[in-house]
């Protein structure tokens, strides 16, 4: 019975040993990367990436954004519409000027017509004078009055660039 128990206690012992993991041997290689030039050279620096052509874009006309229809980078054609502008304020502008241009104008009519009446008025008076029938203050008055007028036509021509 001691041997048996003996006999047992040993075959235990040698199924156990079988059963554990034991350390495989690994094969190794070594790794080697080759370049057609032995003269590779890993270049590591710091800088910016600027873009080969900038452009500047901006409007004759100042007002508010209304649509943007281009990102910061995006390639654009010559001609496309890239943004648009309201226009409330540039067309404000336009009404402003075309009243000033009619505010001219009327204003150069009304110095034509006074220069009209001085020139008459200035032939009459001498006509008046030359027979007599008015003091030759008269005549004074009218050429100043006709000078008068002919300098308001000349002013309201170079205030709106007509010249004389």
Known sequence: MWLTGIAVVVVLGGAWFALQPRAVAVQTAPIVTTYPSQQFVVLNSTGYVVAQRKAAISSKASGRLEWLGVAEGTRVKAGEIIARLDARDVAAQLDAARANVMVARA??????????????????????????????????????????????????????????
């Not at 008068?148 to 004389?164: D, I, N």
């Open 107 to 164: 204003v150069l009519e009304q110095a034509e017509a006074e220069n009209r009446d001085a020139t008459v008025s200035l032939k009459r008076t001498q006509d008046l004078v030359a027979r007599k029938f008015l003091p030759d203050s008269a005549l004074d008055q009218a050429k100043a009055r006709a000078d008068r007028g002919r300098r308001g036509e000349r002013k309201s021509r170079a205030g709106r660039g007509y010249g004389e």
